[in-house]
C-alpha cells in the first residue's frame, strides 16, 4: 500500500476524465459485491445504474483519452449484461433483451475485442428467446453470435468467450431435438472454458452438462462426468455446485445415501460463504428432497421442507415455484390430499409468473389427491393431462437409448391414470379399454418402434462410406474387446483398455453423424402408436393377446380378441417380481419333476393367465406382450387355465414388444421362394483363464466348446433346401457376414456363444473368430447388429441367453434378439437360459422338422415342444422344461416357410445318439449343460 503522501500526490496528478474512471471503477466493485448479489433485484440494478452513468461521465469528461473512453465502453458494456443477466433469471424477458441490446450497441463504441463481447450477449439473447421458446429466433442469435466470434479471432483467448457461444447452441441443440450434438457442444463448452482459463465458466457448463444428461436419462454417464470436474474445481465453492448435481445423479442410479452423504460433506457447510448462497441453497434443498423421496422418507422430506422453507423464498420466483411443487409430491406421499390440494393455485401462479405451466409429476400427484377426496372426474383430467405431457416430453428424444432409459416417466404416469380408469373389478367399457390400451402402449418400447420405422420406410439406402466407417470402427472395437480377453493381467491390458475408451468416444461421434445424415434413424415423427381396433383387427379369430404393465404398485393386464378388450388388476409388482424368480429359477431346473413344477407355478398362472382369459374359448395362439420381470418368464410351461398340464399343450405362446412392433414389423412382402438359408456356427470355446476381469461375466466365466454347432447348422442347412451359404469354425467373422448381402437370406441361422452384457447392453455379442487373425476371437456386437439391413422372416439365435440382458422400464429387455427385430428380421427364436449343446442339435431338428411339414413358425415351434415334451427312450432328456422352455419366438408368429430340404441323415443319427446320453436322468442331463452354449465351464 502507497503512503498517505504518495496516494494524495498520484491523485493530484489525476485529470478529471481518470478521477471519474476512478469513481466509476468503485461503484462498480460495489454493483459486483458479494453483499449486492444477496439483495433484492432493484438494489442491484440501482447500483448498476449508478456505476453506469458514472462510466458515461467520465468518457464523456474533457481530457478524456481514447483508451480511457475504450475502458469505460466496455466496462459499461459489461454492466448492461449483468443487468440483463439479473433481469433473465427472474423471468422479465423484455427487459432482459432491452439490457442486452443496450450492451450490444454501447459495445459497438469500442475500438478493439468488441466481436468477442458481442458473441457473449448475443449467446446470452440466444438463452433468453430458448427460454420463451422461440428457437427460430434463438437459432438466429445464436448464427449471430458464431459470426461475430469468427470475425473476433485474433482477440485474445480469454475475451473471445467460445464457450458461451458453444453453450448456447448446445441449449437450441437440446430444445430443438437434438439431444446429442447438445450433450456435445455443451461438453466442448466446458473444455473451452477450461482452455481459456475461466473455471468458473467451466464449473457452470459442466452443471448443464449434467443437467442435460440427467434430463436423457443418462445417470451413470452424469455421475462420471461430475465427478471427474469435482476433481478438477479449483475452490471450494466451485466444489460445492459440482457437488449438489452430483448428488442428484447419485439419487438416480439408486444411490440416495451417498447423495445425502455429499450434500452435508461438500455443500452445507460451504452455503455461508458462497456467492452463490440463494440459488445453491435451493438447489441443495431441491436435490436433498428426491433422495428422501426415493428412501421412501416422506414424512422427513415434509419436515425438513417446514425447517428450509427460506431457501426456496431467498431464490427468487423460479425457486418459489420449486418449492412448491415440491412440497405438493410430498404432501401426497405422506396422504395429506387436502393439503397438496389446497398448494395448487399458488402453484400454478408462482409457475405462470415464469411463463411456464406445472410439471407433469406435480400434476400427477393432485390428479391422485382429487381421486383420493372423491373427486374422481377431475382427478381423472389431471392424470389424462400428465400422461399427455410425458408423452410429449419422450417423443422429443433423439436417441434411442435415451428413450429406453427414460421411459419409466410414462410407465408412471399410465400407471397412475390406469389406477382410476380400471377400478378394483377391472372394466370391459370400450372406451375405458380404448384408454387404457392407448396408455400402455404409449408406455411401451418406444425406442424399437423408432428403430423399425427405419427398417420399414422404405428410406433410402445408407450413405455407403458413412456406413463402411460405421462398420469398421464397431468391427475395431470388437476386436479389441477380444483382445482384452486374451491379455488379462499383461502389461498391454491398460493399452487395450484405453484404446477401447477412445473407440467408444469415436462411435458416439460417428452415431451422431449418422443420424445427422440418416434421419429416420432416429426419428419418430410420422409413426404414431396404433390404434386398439387397428390391432384387434390384425388378430385372428383365434388369437389372444394379454398386454401387461407393471407398475410401481400394481400390475395390469389388458386381454384383447378381434371382438373386444378388457383390463384387470393382476396384483402387486413385488410379489409378481418374487414368483417370477422363483418360477424361473424351477423352470431352469434340470432336476424339478413337471408335476412340482406346475404346482409351484399354479398361483403365478392363476394370475397372469387364469384371471384375465377367464371366459374365452376357442383359443389358438396367445400372444403376449411382456413387461418388466415377465420378460424373463417362459409363458409356455406355465400351469394352463385351460385344462391340465403345462400351456404349450393348449396353445401356441409368440411375444411381442408392443402392439405398434407387431404391426410395423409385417409391414412389407416376401418373396419367400427367392429367400435363402444363412447359417453360422463356432464350436470353440474360451478358456476361463484368458477372460478379462472387466468384460462380461460370461466371459469372466469362460465358455466350452460347442462340438455340435457345426452339424446343427447342417442339418438345418439341408431342411431349409436350395443353395444355402454356410460360415462354419474360423469361416465365422464380423468380415465374413459384412461381405454378404443379408438382404438375401430369410432364414439367419446363428449356433455360437452368446456374450450378454448388461451393463452395456451395446457391447452384447455373438462370440465369432477374428477375420484378420481367426486363432483370435471377435464379438459381432448387438449394436453392430442393428445396423445392419435385413429381410429374414426369421432368425434363429441357437445361443445361450439370447434373449437376456438389461431390462428397461416400459422398454423391456435390451437383448442380442432386439438387435435382430431392429435390423429388419420379422421373427426371432431365442433362448431365455442357458441350454446344452446336444439339446439345441436335437431340438432344432424337431422345429425345422415342423417348419418342412408345412407349420407355421409359432405352431412349429409348439410342435417341437410338446414333441419334446412327451418325449421318451433315448430322447427322454428333453422332456423337462429346462430343455424346451427356454426356447421362445418373438415378433411375427404367422406365416409359413417353404423348406425344400431333407433330413441330413449324419445330424439326425447323430442328434439321438447325443441324447441317448441323457437318459440316465437329471444329473446327467445338468453335466451336459454344463457345456451349454454360455455355460460357465469349458470343457
Known sequence: MLPLPLVLFAAAQESPAEALLREAKALERVAESQEMQRRALPDRLAAIDEAVAKFRQARASPGADAALIDKAILTEEDLHWRAGNDWMYVGRFDKARARYETSIETCRGARDERHSRIARTRAAIAHLEIERGRLAEAEKEVEEAERELAAGAGESLQERRVHAVKAARARLDFKSG???????????????????????????????????????????????VLEEAFAWADRDDRRARVAAWLALALVRVGRAEEALAILDAEVESLLPTTSAFSHLAARALNFRVQALLALGRAEEARRVLEEQWGRFEEAGAAGRALGLGFRILVAWECGRAEEAVALREAYEQARRSLGKGPHSSVVRALGAAKVSLGLREEGLALLRRAFASCVRWIAR??????VASSLGVVVRAAEDLLDVLVGREGSSDPEIAEEAFRAIEASKAEALRRALLRSSSGEPSLDPDLEERRRALYRQSSLVSARMVERRGTEKEGALRAEREDLERQAEDLERAFRTRHPLAGSVRGFDPVSLGE?????????????YLVGEREVFALVVWREGARIVRVGSPGLLREACRTVGALHRDATVEAATLLDAARGLSGRLLEGPLDGLEG?????????GPLHTLAFEALPSPFGPGFLIEAVEVAYVPCASALLALRQGTLDPEGLRFLGVAVTEGLAATDAARDGPATLRAGLGPLPRAGEEVRAAAALAGGEPTLLLGRAATPEALEALDLRGFGILHFAAHGVPDEETPGRSGLLLHDGA??????????????????????????????????????????SLARSFLEAGSRSVLLTLWEVSDSVCLAFMDLFYGALREGASKGEALRRAKIESLRASGSRAGLRTPSAWAGFVLVGDAEGKIPLKGTRHERGTG???????????????????RRGGRGASSAH
Open 910 to 928: 447323430s442328434a439321438w445318439l447325443v441324447l441317448a446320453g441323457l437318459v440316465a436322468g437329471g444329473g446327467t442331463f445338468l453335466l451336459a
Open 619 to 627: 383359443i389358438r395362439r396367445l400372444v403376449v406382450l411382456p413387461d
Open 178 to 224: 437434438r439431444h446429442d450434438a447438445g450433450v456435445l457442444h455443451m461438453g466442448e463448452a466446458v473444455r473451452a472454458a477450461r482452455e481459456a482459463e475461466m473455471p468458473g465458466y467451466a464449473v457452470q457448463h459442466v452443471e448443464d452438462l449434467g443437467e442435460l444428461l440427467l434430463d436423457l436419462g443418462r445417470a451413470d454417464r452424469a455421475v462420471a
Open 535 to 547: 390391432f384387434q383387427a390384425s388378430l385372428g379369430s383365434d388369437v389372444v393377446a394379454l398386454d
Open 773 to 814: 487373425d481367426p486363432d483370435r476371437r471377435a464379438v459381432l456386437e448387438a449394436r453392430a447388429i442393428s445396423g445392419l439391413t435385413l429381410r429374414a422372416d426369421l432368425a434363429v439365435l441357437s445361443a445361450c441367453r439370447t434373449g437376456g440382458g438389461r431390462i428397461q422400464a416400459g422398454e423391456g429387455v435390451r
Open 397 to 402: 428424444f433423439e436417441g434411442g437409448e435415451d
